[in-house]
């Protein structure tokens, strides 16, 4: 019944150990034969956490363009080692998340209207929700928008990455005293 279980979870799309430990417990599944379940399927490679975040960290960055805590989060919300979960993240550097930043503003800019202000604070939160860093969000939208046009650049020109950025930060860092 346990493999039965794992199978039929695993069949709809990759799971970690921790979410086919949930699926077995939900079921009544005795811990001791979940145990033994999923200890076997480990040792034959059905269940490996390890590919499973390489391959959710390269999807969900690729596709949906999240950042490195994003995906953190995402994959600590399956179950992931924290270890794991580092590792699989390393793939993903900060110049990676910089041009996927832009790109994402880049393309979000063709369809945005508005002030260049308004249109700047929604980029950049945008890219917050993404669980990108104050700084590489403003940094993005700023360049995007002197590209733009002359009256974006303006604005644009009055915009302190860093110093907005270090602003974001002590908030963050009150947020969590």
Known sequence: MA???????????????????GAL???GISEE??????????EVGIVDDAAFARAWVSSRHNSRGLARRALANELRQRGVDGEVAGAALDGLDEETE????RALVERKLRSTRGEPDAVFRRLVGMLARKGYPAGVAIRAVKDALAAQSAEAAEFAEHIDADAMADAENDLDSRRLD
């Open 25 to 27: 417990a939900r079921r």
């Open 33 to 42: 034969v979940a145990e033994q379940v999923l200890d076997r399927y480990d």
């Open 3 to 21: 493999r039965e279980i794992c199978l039929r979870q695993l069949a709809a799309r990759p799971r970690t150990r921790a979410e086919l430990a």
């Open 98 to 101: 910089a041009q996927t930043a």
